[in-house]
């Protein structure tokens, strides 16, 4: 058998050299010598897989460019695949060849073969090329479509007893439609679902990457027992249908525990259902993660490290402004400060902080949940969003106070933040001492890494507010092409966008003059903020997204 090394050398993957260094390393650490390779960045995953394979004499595919064979993918339930982490590729000559991981998994092999009746031939693939195949193609759509199907063809009558069954234990045809919708979602990595009864038919939309997919249609005839099912998961009244509710519910998704935040809103043709993912991963994101450039980060930085005053988050609804806060509070929780925050709802569980939740019926409002946590001693305080006069003044009072406070405002760029204080009838003077940082951002999808296309720009495709050197021959950018990896959209992911406004001495000055936002972006600009569009064309320079996505989000 052929070293591991030696293949990788004649693949001309390695060099000589390069080869030598990892093994003395290897021999130092005591990990093999492929994890080596691939921590220090030598070769990828990929690479270390195929050479593993060559070693052992089997075929290695890459299953992004494979021709997956459907009918082979039938024989076989999604489960048992998910649970073996192995996907069936094609059939032949009375044998079923099946892309594994771990191909040495001859409990894997048994099941296949009794599963089929057919021999199995395993073929190495990587573990993630092997996921991302199950993801595409053992989708829920085929058992949706019947489901559909089933129901249409049958009188549905709403029966509570079945809808009160726990998540995936109850066979009732609407608790499994329901709960595959949910799976689905979160397998498509949507961030919302929305169901919403029209005249004829119940329609089902995820959105994706910041935008809705259509994705299923269902009888008229189970909309009010997929909302009544929704209502039981979430603790909701199912009895009153005439007013807007919000609740919560959990899902367990391969291991993972989901949180759901469930709104439904009457219409006329019925209740619509809004429910918002919340994937518990996000709330742990360091800022590196979040794209954020180095200048912008530098700037930051020096804001979120002082021990008092205010940091706003601005944007609309869904622009990430969440996941930047608890980010910055990941980033400076430490076990000898004291945080503390106010929300409504509390989207994200975070261990060792304290967590409030707004609960407007029982008379906590922000404004009151916030007076009363200054009297708990904290150190730094999020408060989920400032909505109104009273709320403003406490939290400027606490920035002044020896507090750092973190909040979100709704404005559309950094700047019209103070104006927009300014206008919740916040004196001036107190406005423009108090803030320390605006940050307004914008989420635009990010290009898949694997069908980007590299396309050169014309003069004429530079809009004129981007400030570029005319004299200068124009870039060469990525545009979207579409694969299967992104469901051919050409895009998988989404990146922030980010305007970074310091607030130093002459913008207090033209805060407290009650100057115009105008006034006060040419003052920042003059001192060196970014716009989210120069920020956005940075990103479209690098690869990261594309012209007509920065243009979509941040005109």
Known sequence: MKQLGSIL??????????????????????????????????????????????????????????????????LVPGAVCRRHNALPIGLGDGAIRVAMSNPGNVVAVDDFRTITGLQVVPVVATHDDVLSAIDRYCRSDAELGHLQEELSETEVSVDEDALQGAVGEDDAPIVRFVNLLISQAIQDRASDIHIEPGEKELRVRYRIDGVLHEMQHAPKAIANGVTSRLKIMADIDIAERRKPQDGRLSVNHQGRKIDLRVATLPTVWGEKVVMRILDNSTATLALEDLGIREKNYEAYSQTFTKPYGMILVTGPTGSGKSTTLYATLNQITRPEINVITVEDPVEYRIPGINQVQVNVKAGLTFAAALRSILRADPDVVLLGEIRDHETAQIAIEAALTGHLVLSTLHTNDAPSALTRLIEMDIEPFLVGSAIDAVVAQRLARRLCSHCAVEHQLTREEIPESIEWDSSAEPPVVFRPEGCQRCSNTGYRGRVALHEIMVVNEDIERLAVARASSAEIARAAKDNGMETLLMDGWAKVLEGTTSVEELFRVAK
């Not at 990892?22 to 220090?40: C, F, K, N, P, Y």
């Not at 690479?47 to 064979?69: I, K």
Request: charge should be negative; charged fraction near 25%.
């Open 9 to 74: 050398l004649e693949d001309g993957v390695l060099t000589e050299e390069q080869l030598m260094d990892a093994i003395d390393e290897q021999t130092e650490s005591g990990a093999s010598l492929g994890r080596t390779l691939v921590e220090r960045g030598l070769i990828t995953e990929g690479q270390l897989v195929r050479a593993l394979a060559s070693q052992v004499g089997m075929e290695f595919v890459e299953l992004a460019e494979y021709p997956v064979d459907r009918a082979a993918v039938a």
